[in-house]
Nanobody, 119 residues
Framework: QVQLVESGGGLVQPGGSLRLSCAAS????????VDWYRQAPGKQRELVAT???????NYADSVKGRFTISRSNAKNTFFLQMNSLKPEDTAVYYC?????????????WGQGTQVTVSS
């Protein structure tokens, strides 16, 4: 079984920063690509950033230059550093790693962490 625990969300003023973390644990053999998604009220879940097992990254145009995705393979932990936050970044953020475990290869979802950008 694989567990994901997200942390780091909160309330921040426009222009501020937050760092989200997602820690994976369990009978994990390897973790391939990791995605971060977000879902704002009344909107579809959207892909924000991706990091491959080799460290290559990709970002949605709306966050490019402001967000940075990273990972610690040794600790099975993933991060989303969010700078210059805007009110439109307000959403629940989810990590979504592709995990190979004793159960096979699946994409798992974190429980979500709320990010609210407001003055």
């Amino acid at each position: 079984q694989v567990q994901l625990v997200e942390s780091g969300g909160g309330l921040v003023q426009p222009g501020g920063s937050l760092r989200l973390s997602c820690a994976a644990s369990g009978n994990i053999f390897s973790i391939n690509a990791v995605d971060w998604y977000r879902q704002a009220p009344g909107k579809q879940r959207e892909l924000v950033a991706t990091i491959t097992s080799g460290g290559s990254t990709n970002y949605a145009d709306s966050v490019k230059g402001r967000f940075t995705i990273s990972r610690s393979n040794a600790k099975n932990t993933f991060f989303l550093q969010m700078n210059s936050l805007k009110p439109e970044d307000t959403a629940v953020y989810y990590c979504n790693p592709a995990v190979t475990s004793g159960l096979g290869k699946y994409n798992y979802w974190g429980q979500g962490t709320q990010v609210t950008v407001s003055s």
